[in-house]
């Protein structure tokens, strides 16, 4: 018959390996450093942005918002040269009206980073360092080892994705075709960016 420091120690490592596989789990950083500028999703401002020198170009607005919801998000193009873009979707308070040129206007300015994607095509001659690794050299294969990235077996191209504490991180193929590195997504969830609003 085991002893009580056996079945002690048992229902400790029991309790254990629950907790790890309880929940997210990884604590992945929701920011960027793009050529010496660091954004902080849920912090960094569109106007912050141009401050900085970027050029913002609207490149999507939402089709419907869900009522109840807070907030409503835009995408826009960033860029400082034809060798320096990417991609952003900002977050703004919602009114509730049908009419969102309001919340249009002023995602310009005060549009609150939430989502980052970015090419290492787009950005190659600059330096962009997510998670201390620059954006170059960054693979699938790294981001698996390293970070635990899971494939995902649902989509038509190859991507790669890690469900962080606070968000996901996504690396993907640019389409069925090809099965190279073509982009890197960090997006901060709602319910992370919602917390931090109220602070």
Not at 87 to 93: C, D, E, F, N, Q
Not at 117 to 143: C, H, M, W
């Amino acid at each position: 018959m085991p002893n009580k420091r056996c079945i002690t120690l048992l229902l400790l490592l029991t309790m254990l390996f629950t907790l790890v596989g309880c929940g997210n789990t990884v604590d992945m950083p929701m920011e960027v450093t793009i050529d010496g500028l660091t954004i902080v999703l849920g912090q960094t401002t569109m106007q912050d942005m141009q401050d900085a020198g970027y050029k913002a170009s609207l490149s999507a607005v939402p089709d419907t918002a869900r009522q109840g919801d807070k907030y409503i998000s835009f995408d826009y193009l960033l860029s400082k040269t034809a060798e320096l873009q990417f991609s952003v979707r900002v977050t703004v308070p919602w009114s509730g009206n049908t009419s969102i040129n309001k919340e249009k206007s002023l995602s310009e300015t005060e549009g609150i980073i939430r989502t980052i994607t970015i090419r290492p095509a787009s950005v190659k001659n600059f330096e962009v360092i997510y998670n201390g690794v620059e954006l170059q050299d960054l693979t699938y294969e790294y981001s698996e080892k390293e970070w635990g990235a899971e494939k995902g077996e649902q989509y038509s191209k190859p991507v790669y994705k890690i469900e962080a504490k606070n968000g996901d991180v996504i690396l993907s193929s640019e389409n069925s075709f090809r099965t190279d590195f073509y982009s890197l997504t960090v997006q901060l969830s709602m319910k992370a960016f919602e917390k931090m609003q109220k602070k």
